[in-house]
């Protein structure tokens, strides 16, 4: 057969734009043109935002929105690299999965206000002066609100990936980079896309914190939708809080509609399975990109670029055509590696008690371990409710790409609506009708952590291959059989990483849901959330430290117990593969 060759007309009718490349040249120069006069904004001085203060005039929204869209996206890509560094290394080395997972469980239960206490003054003293100092500050504090669940899903996929496909990569001999970048991030794909718009809709119930900076006794409030909604909340301007609640859901659909739906469809090659599936998810803005002519020429380059950079033989397993055979762990280092670990964690403990009993009794910490008690209580009470609720209506989501399709726009809206807009309606019908706080404060909680569960559920079900759907309809499995024998166990590990990031981040919630107010009317719950937030408005440091370490040993301990050995028991029983 003759060699065809590409000449000069061919690759100028290749070239050639035709009408779907001039519709997406202008959304492309649209995105530019909206990053440079984002990138423009943050080289200001810290003084212009004193001159052009944040403004409840619903004209000012389209700006704000800008801000606000940029920072959470900013914080999206710095999620993603620490994702694929930090899952990967507590996936493939066992001596830092002790360290990592331990410390990623840690770090999901610390306040924001916890890390933004400890971040603002490096950020602000890195760029003096400027406002990119505060914007840095801001994306931080978002990016704490992202990564810990893509993290999760990440290493729950690479740790559940099919055996009969890690052989495969034996057979073809590819180096850990190679297999990490043809098989891990394939397989993990479907979990992490779902995982990354949980993210960037719990993203926004930490902008109206993140978006007022505070150094010392100067406050640093950044244009963007929510400082626009804590000004509404300090006001008490119902108007604006629904201008703000509109525009977040214009803004949601937007990146819906540009990001993440053409990124489902995308993703769908990647769903483990033998037979083809019946009903692929699809994207207007997908179908866009591959109908032009010029753009998909032009982007030829970069593919060229990403398939090299996956090709690299970097941590090489082969040695002259044959695999090297793994060495059995060292005994000796496990012992020296487990001693480390004990050292560093003891004298972790040793200072931190020498600090707080310096001015604290013994007393003290017994009521933050009662208040986390009743915190904890809650947690469970709440999870169990939001797993009898959301498990069955993710999994028939998700076994239906067109209805996701339709609902994937609601459920991250819902997601993204800041639970403290809430607080006025619950503040004022406990009040009204002298509810108990302790019990109906409780459900604050849980409203922006319950939609990790509901996310990662239809990640597992969109993910199920559809041959064991086909195999079991061939089996005649069907209602209470169907849900124990086949999805469940289908879907399991997805659930354990939405139910920890859940738990986690109703840990985290509690530090504002417990405390609530709306006007002069404040109402306090029982709990380790309503002690760190009184110690914080205190001023009360050594509490505040108190209230967070026992927030962080009870979070470990209760994942180690009861998370963990789920964990553990998925991944050996209902692996595929």
């Known amino acids: 057969m003759a060699r065809q060759t590409i000449g000069v007309p061919a690759l100028g009718q290749a070239l050639r734009p035709n009408v779907w490349d001039i519709v997406a040249l202008i959304l492309v120069i649209g995105a530019m043109v909206t990053i440079v006069y984002g990138g423009k904004q943050t080289t200001l001085p810290l003084s212009a935002l004193d001159v052009a203060p944040v403004s409840l005039d619903p004209a000012n929204l389209p700006g704000y929105a800008l801000r606000t869209t940029m920072r959470m996206l900013l914080a999206m890509v710095c999620s993603l690299v620490f994702t694929f560094v930090y899952a990967a290394l507590a996936a493939k080395s066992r001596r830092a999965e002790m360290v990592l997972i331990p410390l990623l469980d840690i770090l999901q239960s610390v306040p924001i206000l916890g890390f933004l206490t400890f971040t603002v003054v490096f950020f602000m003293n890195l760029f003096p002066g400027k406002v990119l100092g505060a914007e840095l500050a801001c994306v931080f504090a978002i990016f704490t609100s992202q990564a810990w669940n893509m993290t999760f899903s990440m290493y729950q996929s690479i740790r559940n990936v099919p055996k009969d496909l890690e052989e495969a990569t034996q057979s073809f001999h590819l180096s850990g980079w190679q297999r990490f970048w043809r098989l891990d991030v394939p397989f993990a794909m479907p979990g992490l896309i779902w995982n990354a718009m949980m993210s960037m809709s719990g993203g926004w119930f930490f902008v109206v914190a993140s978006e007022a900076i505070t150094v010392g006794n100067t406050t640093v409030t950044l244009p963007g939708i929510g400082s626009y909604v804590a000004l509404g909340i300090e006001k008490q301007d119902l108007d604006a809080i629904g201008y703000a609640i509109l525009t977040m859901l214009l803004v949601i659909i937007a990146y819906d509609q540009l990001l993440f739906r053409p990124i489902v469809a995308w993703a769908d090659k990647f769903r483990f399975e033998q037979t083809a599936s019946g009903n692929a998810p699809t994207s207007w803005m997908l179908d866009l990109f591959r109908r032009t002519r010029a753009l998909r020429a032009l982007s030829r380059p970069f593919s060229a670029v990403n398939r090299a950079f996956s090709n690299l033989r970097i941590m090489r397993l082969v040695q002259l055509g ?256």
């Open 322 to 577: 044959r695999p090297v055979k793994p060495r059995p762990p060292s005994r000796a280092i496990d012992a020296l590696w487990l001693l480390i670990i004990a050292l560093g964690t003891g004298y972790a403990a040793w200072r931190a008690c020498d600090y707080l009993f310096a001015t604290l009794a013994l007393s003290d910490v017994l009521i933050a371990v009662e208040d986390g008690l009743i915190t904890l209580a809650r947690v469970v009470v709440l999870i169990a409710l939001a797993t009898l609720v959301w498990v069955p209506i993710g999994v028939w989501i998700g076994l239906r790409p067109k209805l996701a399709e339709r609902i994937q726009p609601l459920a991250q809206f819902l997601a993204a609506f800041p639970a403290n807009l809430a607080f006025p309606v619950f503040v004022s019908l406990i009040v009204h009708y002298g509810l108990n706080a302790n019990i109906w404060l409780s459900p604050l909680m849980i409203l922006g952590t319950q939609w990790y569960i509901l996310f990662n559920v239809i990640a597992g079900a969109s993910a199920f291959p559809s041959d064991l759907r086909e195999a079991a309809g061939s089996f005649h499995l069907k209602g209470w059989r169907w849900w124990v024998k086949v999805i469940l166990p289908g879907i399991f590990p997805y659930y354990i990483t939405g139910a920890i990031t859940a738990s986690g981040g109703s840990w985290n919630a509690s530090i504002v849901a417990e405390v609530a107010s709306w006007g002069d009317t404040h109402l306090s719950a029982a709990g380790l959330g309503a002690y760190i937030a009184k110690a914080t408005e205190a001023g009360d440091f050594p509490r505040v430290v108190l209230g967070i370490a026992v927030m962080c040993i009870l979070v470990t301990l209760f994942n180690r117990l009861v998370w963990r050995p789920l964990y553990a028991f998925g991944e050996r029983r209902f692996r595929l593969g």
